[in-house]
């Protein structure tokens, strides 16, 4: 088993000396390749600026942090750009599609910043939208869409360049019971296909579906930091440089 | 993926964004638009009154000469005191100068003018007589119509014959061919041998005919008017024509003929030399003024569009900071959405300025025809154009562009 996330230290504080605000105030953190975790905590204690750290959209202040075998911590904007290309699949509470753009298009979208060729970029996008069950809806836009399905497309989205981690933020937070139910069926679905997913949440029924949780409060963990499998302690420099970073892997 | 392919993505994008936001695009090209049309537009009317006033030199026998003539001329007979201390143009300064260069010039042609009473069975009138030697009639753009020109021994004899303008023609043979015609010039009786086409040239449509004087014309061999009319000893002339096709040689020969001349004129400064391409040089950069004033109310058209574009593009930025955080949580470099913005607003200059281009043409047909001037339309013009609508939209669209790619993500997509 390979380790997706582990930071140490991990640190993050908004603002000058005076007035300055510790977000993150030293996480320890893993999440295991297959894992599903719940990451949860009430707001303000610290789990958004967790969740954009880890899902490389902000740097840390201090720690470090290696996704998928490579540090990223100290990373450029280009290269966490690229690492949030080709490493990260996010979906969002409001689902972020873009309301110009085809659902095809959507999908799209994160292969084209990687490069793909036209072709190969539709027939995935296709297969994609096939996999989570709107593939009729491929030419629409999205605000002919309903909240579930859209949430489909972000998740189809998300998948697109087979992402090391799948990065949700509330994901039902803007659904009803019943749809958000049927996402959350499509993630179990995920992480039985053997994709890495952290979920991140403050309802604990929802996080309650996850394999682990992680609770974050006032900065730190204080619940489930490291899932407890012995082979999950070796230290992060004893992961070999030579791992290549790149799209699709 | 190559990187036509990425460019024909960012360019489907632009399109996309372009198609969605018409209103607001629409404004965009339209800075864009007028300064195109107005740079196009003024070029345009400049190289139009251009064009019609070199097609007035060539009618006027054609831009490859090199006239001489005497600072005072000679009237009637008498001569001012500079001509009296020297010898004035003469026949021999066209020989001295054919011979500097034989090779360049394709012609020679002298003129002698006289004034004299001139009378037919019909009219009896004070005319001007044109005495006329060497390629006279080609040089100056005369063409004969009816009988014939003069041949090389009438002008070297200096023969009573004469050919007539549509104009004198008309005066003093109203009724009946004036070909074998006899007509007092003087005490001279000449007979007319030919008459020239009428002649015509009008700036403008509605001008009057600026060459109506060349159809008044009496022309004579020079020799006669020399001869028997208001000749001297030193065989004085009143203008003398080369022709040099070869428009190089023709600096060079102009100071060579300045020496050789003023040399034969005791070193009297009595003539002045006139160069037909020089002069039309001189007048054309006159145009050159208005082409800069043109280009200078384009330049600020554009200007004044490119401040407008670079504000409706921050304005707009503000709605769209989200969709930039989303395509970079996506994994679009800052890099990435920088070519995007600047692609759009380049694709937008370049839908304006064709459309401008458009208007351009319009407008200049417009203007043209309301002064009725041919319009004349050079591909530097249309090249000058767009490459300035291009360059102002570029620069001004680095601002917004570059402004865009500096945004944070994670602010970006939490920006409501």
Same mark, same amino acid.
């Given at each position: 088993m390979s380790t997706i996330i582990r930071t140490q230290g991990l640190t993050k504080v908004y603002g000058a000396n005076g007035t300055a605000v510790h977000a993150l105030r030293g996480i320890d953190f893993a999440v295991e390749k297959g894992e599903f975790v719940a990451l949860i905590g009430p707001s303000g204690s610290g789990k958004s600026t967790l969740m954009a750290i880890l899902g490389c959209l902000d740097a840390p202040t201090a720690g470090t942090y290696e996704l998928d075998g490579h540090a990223?911590?100290? #990373?450029s904007g280009g290269e966490l750009a690229r690492i949030r290309n080709g490493k990260i699949g996010f979906v969002f509470q409001s689902y972020n #599609? #873009?309301?110009?753009?085809s659902i095809l298009r959507n999908v799209e979208l994160p292969m084209l910043y990687a490069g793909l060729g036209r072709r190969e970029r539709r027939e995935r996008a296709l297969a994609l939208l096939e996999k989570v069950g709107i593939a009729d809806k491929a030419d629409k836009l999205p605000a002919a869409l309903s909240g579930g399905q859209k949430q489909r497309v972000a998740v189809a989205r998300a998948l697109a360049n087979e992402p090391a981690l799948l990065l949700a933020d509330e994901p039902t937070g803007a659904l009803d019971s019943r749809t958000g139910a049927e996402v959350l069926d499509l993630f179990r679905e995920l992480h039985a296909q053997g994709h890495t997913l952290l979920l991140v949440t403050h309802d604990p029924s929802i996080a309650a579906q996850a394999e682990r949780r992680v609770e974050i409060r006032d900065g730190k963990v204080v619940m489930g930091g490291v899932a407890e499998d012995p082979t999950s302690s070796a230290q992060p420099g004893a992961h070999p440089a030579a791992h290549h970073i790149g799209v699709g892997r | 993926m190559t990187s036509s392919g990425a460019f024909r993505e960012r360019l489907l994008e632009a399109w996309m964004e372009i198609r969605e936001n018409l209103g607001r695009a629409s404004l965009q090209a339209l800075g864009v638009l007028l300064g195109v049309a107005s740079v196009l537009g003024g070029f345009s009317i400049s190289d139009s009154q251009r064009q019609r006033a070199e097609q007035l030199y060539v009618r006027l026998g054609g831009l490859d000469k090199l006239n001489v003539q005497p600072r005072a001329t000679v009237r009637d007979g008498q001569a001012t005191a500079l001509q009296q201390a020297n010898l004035g143009l003469r026949d021999e300064d066209a020989t001295d100068g054919d011979a500097l260069r034989p090779d360049a010039i394709q012609g020679v042609s002298s003129q002698k003018n006289a004034r004299s009473r001139v009378v037919s069975g019909f009219a009896d009138q004070d005319r001007p007589v044109t005495g006329i030697g060497g390629d006279f009639i080609p040089a100056n753009g005369y063409a004969v119509e009816a009988g014939r020109g003069f041949s090389a021994s009438e002008l070297e004899a200096g023969a009573p014959v004469a050919i007539l303008g549509t104009e004198a023609a008309a005066t003093f043979f109203p009724s009946g061919s004036p070909l074998g015609q006899v007509l007092r010039i003087g005490e001279v009786p000449v007979t007319v041998i030919g008459t020239f086409q009428e002649r015509v040239f009008r700036f403008r449509e509605d001008q009057r005919n600026i060459f109506r004087w060349r159809n008044r014309i009496i022309a004579v061999p020079a020799n006669l008017v020399q001869r028997r009319m208001n000749g001297d000893a030193y065989r004085r002339v009143d203008r003398i024509t080369f022709r040099i096709p070869d428009l190089k040689v023709m600096a060079a020969f102009s100071k060579q003929l300045q020496d050789v001349v003023t040399a034969n004129h005791r070193l009297q400064d009595d003539f002045r030399l006139d160069d037909v391409q020089a002069r039309i040089r001189r007048q054309n950069s006159q145009g050159d003024v208005y082409d800069l004033i043109f280009l200078l109310s384009g330049v600020l058209a554009l200007v004044g569009g490119g401040i407008v574009n670079v504000n409706i593009q921050m304005a707009s930025l503000k709605e769209r900071v989200r969709e930039v955080g989303v395509k970079m949580a996506l994994g679009a470099s800052g890099r990435e959405i920088f070519k995007g913005f600047m692609t759009e607003a380049l694709l937008l200059t370049a839908l304006g300025a064709l459309a401008g281009l458009v208007l351009g043409v319009g407008f200049s047909w417009t203007i043209t025809r309301s002064l009725g001037v041919p319009l004349a339309m050079t591909p530097a013009s249309f090249i000058w154009a767009y490459v300035m609508a291009s360059l102002s939209g570029f620069l001004f669209a680095l601002y917004p562009a570059w402004k865009a790619s500096r945004l944070s993500p994670m602010e970006a997509l939490r920006y409501e």
């Open positions: 990223v911590h100290g #990373l #599609l #873009l309301p110009k753009a | -």
